[in-house]
């Protein structure tokens, strides 16, 4: 039997996408990157993977699993010599809560549950996942757990790893294995750890146990103009500094003020150079101390305006405004690249400098919205792909911004992942022995390189060939 | 050459050796073979950023040598061993087992974020990287710790760091069975133990805050010192949902619960837990394999 006959004949007619038309959609993610898929499948239950997983084995293409595709790494992007197109697993239609368990606080979903409807799902209980992800509507969580994804306010709660208590992952020969549980010490190495961040490239996961977190009693919300990025920046340093650890911390400059104020009229400050989007949650007393600091510590750097949400409405408007900065571009520049590095929160001021002035020097317009807090930078370089040459400078300056923060001691990314994007820079962060290592785990998950292959870790003819994509991925 | 480096010539590439810190957690995962080699890491704080919230300490370093380091910046790393004096961060982190606040402050492995080892082969091999959040690449982070020495032989580690909490009341009330509400409906205590009797609680945060939560337990609560005496015969994991299930067989008194949290210590040891899933044990024998292959690191040891 042909691939698609198999594959249909474990699934159905409707769930087996091997149309060129229906694949293309299938060939990009949200970044810029372009590969080709191969057929597309849209299992409905574990058992449906488990099949789908061993048809392509015995077909000898590997497979891209796949959450909403809001990656910006290129991770769920399919690449594959041609004739050789991977199969893409998509898991949106495996979207269902399978059971919350509200006194211990855990609740199993299925990986195409996405991130913000698990929330909805439980705030009545006064709970919630605490990742979010600025893409949080679209998002999945299998695609969260594959990613380890941060949001906002991470910062506080700790990214996805922290959140996720368990697995059931479908490996390369179709078994069907549980990673992690419910108890504080498993037997064995943490292979749950292992997984979470893994990319898509050790296995599909079919259903996640995830740990829920309490709503806040109490929690305030300021939005705080500045005369300089400087001064932005080291009100960050200096309320860490303090020992006071927002719940959020994030950073907008006044091009993305600017930009989300004509969008969604939340009444930014329109004459701030940067401001300051800062939470801080828990119990009443605390609370209300620690926002009474930060508001000392950012006017004594200058801060030119301060304002509290006064209820519910007006927080929801702030953190609107925050979450639709991406929006707010798509609607002024055709295309947009947005990048994701961290570098150590004390030297925010003289990187964001330095990302200014990279910008400049390759004539290419500049936004930064990021997680302020835990220094992880989201530099937005503008651009129109149908202008030559716009694309090339938008790289350049990519690449310098990379090789910048990783000499100030910081890392390739902090939340978007490696993928195939950053996976030729990886040389820059680790050794060869360190890759090998990390190679190694996939190994150990993955012996016969069946999921994903291609991403995260160069293969060793590549290393010293930065910028290189596999063959068959259109940039 | 760096402490690290004489490290990774001590540990070679050949011979069968066994890491030592405080040994307090010795007896986890088995014993090592009678005729291995012994070495010991490195010890030493090596930088410690308070405004950065982390700092980087070799792994032979005590619990108290570092926690004095950090307390005088006001800061704290909650890993809470039972023998700060003896036991070695390297050790907490091969073990992976958290003190008694683990929930509110989490478990060990969410507070480590990078890990230089001695691998197998004798090479220095670095997995993280000092900052507070990193995707870069695969998380061995997470692998590592617990492995008990078994993939790896960790000799530098940068960790999170916190400020130390402003208040912190450990209070204790009776409670003949289980609360129908686990965490007594507080908001993120540090801890809630019980003992089929008894209850304690610990409530950590702003002043004024931790009063209002001591306050909403109710009279029958009282003021108290610290912790009981935590058992120390048998140590069991379940998940947190079956602690009430599995008490109704144990008398009171015979053990002290973890609640919220799964780990329940006993005074008389503790029955062996069931064998992993095979599949869950042929992927931890491949990992083994692929970091070990000679089976040199540890032996004897079984993380899996
Ligand atoms: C506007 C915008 C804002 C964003 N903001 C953030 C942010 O604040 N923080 C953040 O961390 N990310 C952010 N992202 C990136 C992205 O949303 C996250 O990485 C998200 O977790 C991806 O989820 P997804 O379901 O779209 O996964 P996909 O893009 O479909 O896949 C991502 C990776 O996960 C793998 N994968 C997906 N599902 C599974 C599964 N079930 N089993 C195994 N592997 C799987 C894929 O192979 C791929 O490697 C943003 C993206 C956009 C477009």
């Not at chain 1, 913000?116 to 209980?125: G, W």
């Not at chain 1, 409405?313 to 295309?335: C, N, Q, T, Y």
């Not at chain 1, 994007?421 to 060869?432: A, Q």
């Not at chain 2, 973890?258 to 064998?275: I, K, R």
Request: glycine residues 12%; hydrophobic residues 45%; contains cysteine.
């Amino acid at each position: 039997m042909t691939l698609v006959s198999e594959l249909v004949a474990a699934l159905d007619e409707e769930r087996v996408r091997s149309g060129g038309l229906e694949r293309a959609l299938y060939n990009r993610d949200a970044s810029i990157m372009e590969g080709r898929a191969g057929v597309v499948c849209f299992p409905l239950t574990t058992p449906e993977v488990q099949a789908v997983v061993k048809v392509a084995a015995a077909h000898g293409r590997a497979v891209v699993p796949r959450g909403a595709g809001t990656g910006l790494a290129g991770g769920a992007v399919p690449v594959g010599a041609e004739g050789h197109e991977p199969v893409v697993v998509v898991t949106t239609r495996m979207n269902r809560v399978l059971e919350v368990d509200a006194h211990n606080a855990v609740a199993w979903v299925q990986p195409g549950v996405l991130n913000l409807d698990l929330s909805r799902h439980v705030a009545p209980l006064g709970l919630h996942f605490a990742p979010d992800p600025s893409s949080q509507q679209a998002c999945s969580i299998g695609g969260n757990v594959a990613n380890n994804s941060g949001g906002p306010h991470c910062l506080a709660y700790g990214v996805t790893t922290a959140h996720v208590l368990a697995m059931d992952v479908v490996l390369a020969d179709g078994v069907l294995v549980r990673l992690g549980g419910l108890e504080p010490e498993g037997l064995g190495y943490d292979l749950r750890g292992a997984f979470v961040g893994s990319e898509g490239t050790m296995g599909v996961a079919v259903a996640v146990a995830v740990r829920l977190t309490p709503l806040p009693p109490a929690l305030r919300t300021l939005l705080i103009g500045f005369p300089t990025v400087e001064a932005a920046a080291e009100t960050v340093t200096a309320v860490i500094g303090a020992g006071i650890i927002p719940a959020a911390m994030e950073m907008m400059d006044a091009r993305i003020t600017k930009a989300v104020e004509e969008y969604v009229h939340a009444g930014f400050p329109a004459d701030a150079a940067a401001v300051l989007l800062i939470e801080v949650d828990g119990l009443e007393d605390g609370v209300a101390a620690a926002a009474a600091e930060v508001i000392e510590l950012a006017q004594a750097r200058g801060a030119t305006s301060v304002r509290m949400a006064a209820d519910a409405a007006e927080r929801d408007l702030l953190w609107k405004g925050r979450k639709s900065a991406f929006g707010a571009v798509a609607r002024i520049a055709p295309d947009y690249y947005l990048h994701d590095t961290v570098v150590p929160r004390t030297r925010l001021a003289e990187i964001l400098a330095r990302v200014y002035e990279l910008a400049d020097a390759n004539g290419v317009a500049v936004m930064n919205v990021f997680h302020a807090g835990d220094g992880n930078l989201h530099p937005l370089f503008l651009f129109d792909r149908r202008r030559p040459g716009e694309l090339d400078r938008v790289k350049a300056a990519g690449d310098q911004l990379i090789r910048v923060c990783i000499e100030a001691g910081g890392v390739l990314s902090g939340e978007h992942g490696i993928g195939l994007e950053k996976r030729d820079y990886m040389p820059l962060l680790f050794s060869p022995a360190d890759l090998l290592a990390q190679d190694s785990l996939r190994d150990a998950f993955d012996p016969s390189r069946l999921f994903n292959p291609d991403k995260v870790i160069p293969s060793g003819s590549r290393c010293g060939d930065l910028q290189s994509v596999p063959p068959g991925v259109w940039i | 050459m760096g402490a690290l480096e004489d490290f990774a010539v001590e540990v070679g590439r050949d011979d069968p050796v066994a890491v030592r810190g405080g040994a307090t957690q010795w007896d986890v995962g088995g014993p090592v073979h009678p005729d291995v080699r012994i070495v010991a890491a490195p010890a030493g704080v090596v930088d410690h950023r308070p405004e950065e919230m982390l700092v980087r300490v070799r792994a032979g370093t005590t619990m108290a040598e570092l926690a004095g380091v950090l307390d005088r910046a006001g800061q704290m790393v909650p890993l809470d061993p039972a023998d700060p004096e003896r036991a070695t961060v390297g050790g907490i982190l091969s073990v992976g087992r958290a003190g008694l606040r683990r929930l509110r402050h989490g478990p060990v492995r969410d507070h480590v974020l990078e890990i230089r080892y001695v691998s197998a082969g004798g090479e220095l091999v670095k997995a993280g990287a000092p900052v507070v959040k990193n995707v870069s690449g695969f998380d061995l982070v997470r692998l590592l710790v617990g492995s008990l020495g078994t993939l790896g032989l960790l000799g530098e580690v940068v960790l999170r760091t916190y400020p130390r909490p402003r208040a912190g009341r450990w209070l204790t009330g009776p409670a003949p069975a289980l609360p129908g509400q686990p965490l007594l409906g507080l908001y993120r205590p540090s801890a809630v133990l019980w003992d089929g009797g008894r209850l304690w609680v610990l409530l950590e945060g702003h002043p004024s805050d931790v009063d209002a939560q001591a306050h909403h337990l109710g009279p029958a609560w009282a003021e108290t010192d610290g912790p009981p005496a935590v058992p120390v015969g048998g140590r069991l994991s379940m998940a947190p949902g079956r602690v009430a299930t599995w008490a109704r067989d144990h008398p009171a008194g015979s053990f002290l619960a973890e609640l919220g949290v799964g780990v329940v210590h006993l005074s008389g040891p503790a029955a062996a837990s069931a064998a992993s899933e095979p599949a869950v044990a042929e992927l931890n024998r491949r990992v083994k394999d692929r970091f070990d292959p000679t089976g040199r690191l540890n032996p004897g040891r079984m993380a899996a």
